[in-house]
């Protein structure tokens, strides 16, 4: 089992920067591919971003490449989204995600948190 807290979402203007943080405990964290998913209001959940689990793969959803990153301190057990640029369609509730194996579906996924409301006003 691993329990997972997010946090750091919150109202911020267009074009700027936030970084959300998930926050795990429970089961060995270093061996989990962690994601970040999104849900807009009316929208389906939608992938943002995974780290495999030593870090050394990222991915990301082509609507966030190049403004987002994700990254990961093991020791901390802790992931991180970084995300600039941010734009009002990138409003959404953040969900952070761990699964024992790769994947960019949710349905990969078996633990999530409670999620983190990120809204971007124009």
């Known amino acids: 089992q691993v329990q997972l807290v997010e946090s750091g979402g919150r109202l911020v203007q267009a074009g700027g920067s936030l970084r959300l943080s998930c926050a795990a405990s429970?089961?060995?964290?270093?061996?989990?591919?962690m994601g970040w998913f999104r849900q807009a209001p009316g929208k389906e959940r939608e992938f943002v971003a995974a780290?495999?689990?030593?870090?050394?793969?990222?991915y990301y959803a082509d609507s966030v490449k190049g403004r987002f990153t994700i990254s990961r301190d093991n020791a901390k057990n802790t992931v991180y989204l970084q995300m600039n640029s941010l734009k009002p369609e990138d409003t959404a509730v953040y969900y952070c995600?761990?699964?024992?194996?790769?994947?960019?579906?949710?349905?990969?996924?078996?633990?999530w948190g409670q999620g983190t409301q990120v809204t971007v006003s124009s």
């Open positions: 429970g089961s060995t964290f270093s061996r989990y591919t």
């Open positions: 780290i495999s689990a030593s870090a050394s793969n990222t």
């Open positions: 995600a761990a699964s024992p194996r790769r994947g960019v579906r949710d349905n990969d996924y078996n633990y």
